[in-house]
């Protein structure tokens, strides 16, 4: 077991113990590729890692010896190509087993890994090429992202090389070819060319749902960081497959699908779909008995449109969800057919799990749970003052610069006068708003810029998307401020619609009354409008700057 190696202490009595006594240790040269991987290959050799699998019947499995001799290979060919300690190198692999490789290999040089999403036009990589001055992209073999990368190359100056899993093409080195000809040998760097725990390690492009993506960066011991987020709060067994939804181009991956998971010995699965499709989701959950399990509550909106009783979850030990705020329906829907709890928790590309529900407490539908260990958080007014129980704040961590947290970015990369503005003060605002029970659970409220202000009312769009939510014609939901020349601003609903139903002005009125009769009357809807889909951001979250813009027209 390698947790004792950084945790002082690993188990606790009771959640006060665990906020008042947990300590992470971080070797000066601590470097996940080498003291992870590595390590656990050494230890015990057949250890599984990785377990993966596609929707065409392709499967593999890995060791961390696979993983630590193919890293290595990949690291001895990333070295070939001029990639070496603080080189940009952006890894656009959706849920392919290389992904792990490489991302391993990088981390063992002292690159800088970006991950990036399949859905990056020419246009998002020109920016993101240029902002980072990206040297390296690796990339799936789709026609897609090869055609954007092509067309973005001739606007990246720093732009050095092209590499491609499976296929070959011109123009492009092949990822594959290469693991089969570099030696599997890759000595720990030494000397300049070794890492230290605060060179950067990762950048993390952010959503961009109020503007250009910035660039969060985080050094190399964000990784333990993410201890408390896969043992305390997903709750991963060690040998067991542990599953979090996600691509490798969002945090979310470094969250659910690398980092804390391997620290503590859990085996990652992988299902590299090639669309959310609810009832292959729930085969291969099951035909490959998942342990632990996290998705955002979006999927586990859409999969209890499928019958889940026929599915047999008893090898399911842990359900947890994250990305978007829980709705109480979904929570009580997904226990009463499985038996399983969902627990929240929250956070950002800046941080590992801020706050969640951990093994302590009982989850409250609706509730993100309580702070991490690891942060002092507390929720201010807009004068910066703490908020008292009950009253709205936003989610602010003190004690950035005396006492850096581990797992907290360390600024924004290549833009230090952002980074001051943000950090400077040793307060980080998070912009997030929430407010806290009397018995400390956190409650999420929304953005700052998702409140809605109404007649002197202040309105947080979550409350109001739950209850819709509670109603059966509603799959999907995004509440805004729309502009009203008496109020300032009214509540307006975007909805998508279940099978079988339709947006008359009956169903509108009936949405209506719901709302009045779940939460108080005046936070209902006064404008409904019904779509298809709801905009979104290239890391699944809703566009709710861009319906409150469209409105303004």
């Known amino acids: 077991m390698l947790l004792d190696r950084f945790l002082p202490r690993i188990e606790f009595d009771s959640y006060e113990d665990f906020k008042k006594n947990y300590q992470v240790n971080v070797p ?72 792990w490789v490489c991302a391993t290999a990088l981390h063992k040089l002292g690159a800088v ?80 060319e070794a890492t230290r725990w605060d060179d950067i390690m990762l950048v993390y492009f952010t959503s961009g749902t ?23 709060w997903q709750r991963v067994e060690e040998n067991k497959l542990h599953m979090s939804v996600s691509d490798s181009g969002w945090a979310k991956f470094g969250w659910g699908k690398i980092y804390g998971q391997w620290i503590c010995g859990a085996v990652i699965f992988a299902y590299d779909m090639d669309k959310f499709v609810p009832l292959h989701l729930l085969e291969k959950i099951t035909k490959y008995k998942v342990t632990t399990f996290c998705a955002p509550p979006t999927m586990f909106r859409f999969m209890l449109q499928e019958d889940v009783t026929k599915f047999d979850f008893s090898h399911i030990h842990h359900c947890c969800i994250a990305g978007e705020p829980l709705n109480p329906e979904v929570f009580k829907k997904w226990k009463n057919l499985t038996g399983l709890e969902l627990c929240e928790g929250f956070g950002q590309s800046e941080s590992s799990v801020l706050v969640a529900n951990f093994q302590w407490f009982k ?59 943000k950090l400077g003060s040793g307060v980080y605002d998070t912009g997030d708003v929430a407010w806290r029970d009397s018995k400390g659970y956190y409650w999420f409220v929304g953005r700052n810029d998702d409140v809605i202000k109404c007649s002197g009312y202040r309105i947080g769009p979550f409350e109001v998307e739950s209850a819709m939510l509670e109603h059966p014609a509603v799959v999907e939901c995004a509440i805004t401020g729309a502009p009203d020349p008496i109020r300032g601003q009214v509540v307006k609903a975007t909805v998508v619609l279940a099978e079988g139903y339709t947006g008359t002005p009956e169903l509108t009125k009936e949405l209506q009354n719901y709302v009045k009769k779940v939460t108080a009357p005046y936070k209902y809807p006064r404008i409904v409008e019904y779509v298809t889909e709801l905009p979104k951001t290239l890391g699944g979250k809703i566009k709710r700057a861009q319906i409150r813009k469209e409105d303004e027209k």
């Open 363 to 421: 989850p409250i539908p609706g509730s993100m749970g309580k702070p991490s260990p690891l942060y002092n958080i507390q929720l201010i007014d807009k004068d910066g003052n703490p908020c008292e129980d009950g009253d709205e704040g936003t989610i602010a961590i003190f004690d950035v610069k005396r006492k850096p947290p581990t797992g907290l970015f360390t600024g924004y990369y290549q833009t230090p006068e952002l980074t001051e503005e």
């Open 210 to 232: 109020t503007g250009m993506p910035k660039m969060v960066q985080h050094n190399f011991s964000y990784p333990l960081g993410h201890i408390v987020t896969a043992k305390y």
């Open 28 to 99: 000066e040269n601590f470097n996940f590729g080498f003291d992870i991987v590595d390590a656990w290959a050494e230890s015990e050799p057949d250890k599984r890692a990785l377990v993966w699998c596609d929707d065409h019947d392709n499967e593999k499995f890995f060791t961390f010896t696979d993983i630590k001799r193919l890293s290595n290979r990949a690291a001895n060919f990333f070295k070939s190509i001029g990639v070496k300690k603080g080189s940009v190198v952006m890894l656009i692999l959706r849920r392919r087993w290389e992904y």
């Open 113 to 192: 890994l970006i991950p990036g999403s399949l859905q990056l036009t020419k246009k998002d990589i020109v920016f993101r090429g240029n902002s980072a001055n990206i040297h390296t992209i690796v990339c799936v073999n789709d026609d897609f992202v090869i055609r954007q990368v092509e067309a973005a190359e001739g606007d990246v100056p720093s732009l050095k090389n092209k590499v491609m899993v499976v296929d070959h093409r011109e123009g492009w080195l092949n990822l594959n070819d290469a693991l089969e000809e570099h030696s599997d040998v890759f000595e720990r760097p030494t000397g300049e």
